[in-house]
Structure formats: C-alpha cells, structure tokens
C-alpha cells in the first residue's frame, strides 16, 4: 500500500465565514462526526478560525474552542486557511470575499444560490484560472444531494427537463392553503411564526430564490452559463385559494415549480427556464410533497425520472451539504485540476450558449379562470376564440352560481399550447362584454 506524504494527512484549514445558523450547523457537526469525516475524506478538517461580526455569538456557538474574529478580509487572505466557507449570503460582501478568497489560491465552498446565479460565470472563470474548487451543494435545495446528482450521477444522460419544488417558505404556505383554506396572507403569516419565511420574505414569495436555484440547476442540467436574467419569474402572491381549491377538483395540486427543459424550436435548440405557480397532477410524487419540504424531478434520455427529497433548508440539513462539499475538496485538494469534476459538470470549454427561450415561446397546458354572466352563447364565443388560436380544450367545470347570481366562474384546462397563443386568447376573451373580470392564467405541467 502507498504511504501518505505529510501533506496528505496534516489537517486541512477551513476558515468559516459566517456563523448564523448553518455556520452553528456546520461547526456542530462537524465536532459530532469529526471520526466519521476524517475516515471519509481521508483527513481531519478543521476549522481553524470562523469570521463574524457578532463576535459574541461566535464565542457562544465555538465555545471559545476555535480562534473568532470580525475580519473577514484577514481570513481569506491568511497563508494557514485552505478552504475558504462562506455563509454570509447576498451579492456584496460575500462576492468581494469569494473573488479574494480565489486570487489568493483558497477552494471555495459557498450556500450562496444568488451569488452563483447572478455571478456564478465570473467566479467560475476566475476559479478555473487559479486552479481551485468552488463547490456550492447547499445552494440548491438544503440537505438534498442534487448539484453531485447532476455533477456526477447522472453524467450518461442527456437531461431533458428538470422540475424542482425548492423553495420551502412557499410550499409550505400552499399546503396551508390547500389544508386548511387559509388565505394568502394567513399562511404566510403562519410561515413567519413557525420561522420558515424570512422577516423580509419577497424572495420567497415572489419566487426569487427558486428562480436562483433553478438558474443553478439549469445550467448543470444543460452545459450552459448561469442566466438568472433570462429567467422567468413568478411567484405565490396573487394566487387564489379558489384556484387551489378547482384545481383540486380537477385532480390537480398547486405547487409553486422551478422548470427548466431543454427544445428544439424551428429546428434550433433552446431552453425553458421559469419559477410559477403550477398546476400538478395529484397522482405524481411530486405533488405530494407537502410542508418546508423540498423535492427535484429530474428527467433524463437514459435513467428516466428520478426524484430528490428532503429537508430543503435548516441549520443541520444545510451543514449537511456543506461537509459534503468540503470532504469532496479535500480529497481533490491535491488532484491536478483537470482531474476535477467540472464547475458546471461540464468542462469550461464546452459549455455552450443555447439561448434562454422567452416566456411567449414556452410550450404548457394552462388553466384558466374565467368570471362570466351566465346565459346562453357565452361558453360558445369563448370557445371560439380558443379555436382561432389553435388551443384545445381539455377539460372544464362551471361552478353552480348560487340562487339568484348572475355570473359563474367557467374553469378550462387546455391541450398543450405556445404562451403567445394563449396570451392573444387571453386579450380577446377579455374584450368580450360578458366577461366580467381579469382572466386567472396559471400553467399546468403533466411531469410523465
Ligand atoms: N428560503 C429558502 C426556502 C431556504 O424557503 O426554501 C434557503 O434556500
């Protein structure tokens, strides 16, 4: 057997930035499971300092076992510190530390999906130039192993879609509508008691943050650069319980999806990428996938569907991802870098720049909503104007307007159409006298 040099065994420096809580989740673990670690990777990992500007909190949390300090500059400059951990979040400050940590040769290891979605090509390039790892599994989707599953257990495949329920707060929140009835602001209200909804929970609500994880699991998917900017973006907060509760009699279950698919339009390649509320059938796995869970759907030419599912968030869930990330940089600590698993999964020169398809040439089914008087002719005008745009209707219930009401609500789900077909029907249908509100819109997904 081949005997280690001193290099291979002397434990290797982590300097921990941030210590909120997966920081606390990290340093615990850590400690727990040091032996089970050190087997694994093959070498202690140690965190030798753990910058915060709380420097309280980060006595309380190391309990003065490990050197604290407010200056994160001193940590990724300083010639003793490896890898670099940075669990600040957000696009200032971390980005700054991030870029120096790189020029000044330390491996990265980052949960921040907006940084990677927004910057992630400059801090690959500049990564790739220095010879050093930037690994980011607790970005996407907490505990759940889905960056290795795209990085390396699917690498045989051609992915064809990828359909992800990775944003928590808002999962949460629908199944408390759908649960309970609540409205909106009810359950949102209900998330920020319980903890899961930030005190500022727009980019929870609005969609943001799926849409940084989505971005991440795109580009992974299909070789292409980090597009957060060609991303559609929708999220939970004008949705109805009433839709939710149709949808529900429909068979089917709302579910705030990051999609990603790869098509061939005229001919030419491109790709979907968009967060919204869809509609799901209640059948699939997926749409079962209830509370702060989280859970990604992966579809490839070879291995079909696979399903991811856990704890998307939390300190010891996240720090999970985290340890991952950094047995795996230290047992490539001393590989030549081309020996590495790529960035993206694919390598740097081979990344390609198939165009972000826009919103009108995304290809779904919809559900739509429709307030109407209720007398003769009207369902046979609206009908008409979906025939003119070529959208097939697939199903339909209307509500039983109640004594002496003159309006309904009509519910229609259509075949497969283009969103520019299905927005011309829209404008029509609501040019129509009879039809008395804004038509609700949401998008259907079948994820066979
Ligand atoms: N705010 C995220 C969620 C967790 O609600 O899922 C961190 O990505």
Not at 44 to 65: F, H, M, W, Y
Not at 91 to 97: D, H, S
Not at 283 to 291: C, Q, S, T
Not at 399 to 427: C, F, W, Y
Request: proline fraction near 4%; charged fraction near 25%.
């Amino acid at each position: 057997m081949a005997t280690k040099s001193n290099e291979q065994t002397k434990p290797i420096n982590v300097g921990l930035l941030g210590i909120g809580t997966v920081g606390g989740g990290t340093f615990n673990v850590l400690s727990r499971n040091e032996a089970e670690i050190t087997r694994r990777a093959g070498r202690p990992i140690r965190i030798s300092v753990v910058a915060d500007k709380n420097l309280e909190l980060a006595k309380q949390v190391t309990g003065g076992k490990v050197r604290i300090t407010d200056d994160a500059f001193a940590v990724v400059t300083d010639p003793d510190i490896d890898i670099v951990v940075e669990l600040i979040g957000g696009c200032g400050i971390a980005k700054e530390l991030v870029l120096k940590a790189i020029a000044n040769g330390k491996h990265v290891v980052t949960a921040n999906k907006a940084l990677l979605a927004v910057h992630g090509n400059e801090i690959f390039a500049a990564a790739s130039e220095k010879g050093v790892m930037v690994a980011f599994e607790a970005a996407v989707a907490g505990g759940i192993p889905i960056i290795k599953a795209l990085r390396e257990g699917l690498t045989a495949n051609r992915i064809q879609w990828i359909a992800g329920i990775i944003n928590g707060t808002t999962n949460f929140i629908l199944s408390e509508m759908r649960d309970k009835g609540l409205a909106f602001d009810v359950a949102l209200k209900e998330a920020q008691r319980l903890g899961y909804a930030e005190a500022d929970p727009t980019f929870d609500i609005e969609g943001v943050d799926a849409a940084h994880k989505i971005t991440i699991l795109s580009a992974l998917a299909f070789g292409i650069p980090m597009q957060f900017d060609k991303a559609h973006v929708e999220g939970i907060s004008q949705l109805d319980a009433d839709d939710i509760k149709y949808a529900e009699q429909l068979g089917y279950r709302i579910k705030l999806l990051g999609i990603t698919r790869r098509r061939e339009m005229d001919g030419k390649a491109g790709i979907e990428l968009r967060v919204h509320p869809t509609l799901i059938p209640t059948k699939r796995l997926i749409a079962n996938v209830e509370g702060a869970m989280n859970a990604v759907l992966v579809q490839g030419d070879a291995v079909g569907a696979t399903l991811y599912y856990g704890k998307g968030a939390g300190a010891e869930p996240t720090a999970s991802a985290v340890i991952a990330d950094l047995v795996d940089v230290t047992r490539m600590h001393t590989a030549d870098p081309e020996h590495r698993v790529p960035h993206l999964a694919f390598q740097p020169g081979a990344v390609e720049d198939t165009p972000i398809l826009p919103l009108s040439e995304v290809e779904t089914s919809y559900y739509l909503r429709l307030r109407v008087e209720d007398r003769p002719g009207v369902l046979a005008d609206i009908a008409r104007i979906l025939a003119d745009q070529q959208i097939s209707i697939d199903a339909m219930i209307q509500r039983e307007p109640a004594e002496g009401e003159s309006q309904t609500d009509i519910i229609m789900l259509t075949h497969i159409t283009r969103e520019k077909n299905i927005d011309a029907a829209i404008v029509k249908i609501e040019a129509l006298p009879v039809v008395k509100k804004k038509v609700i819109r949401l998008r259907m997904e079948e994820l066979g």
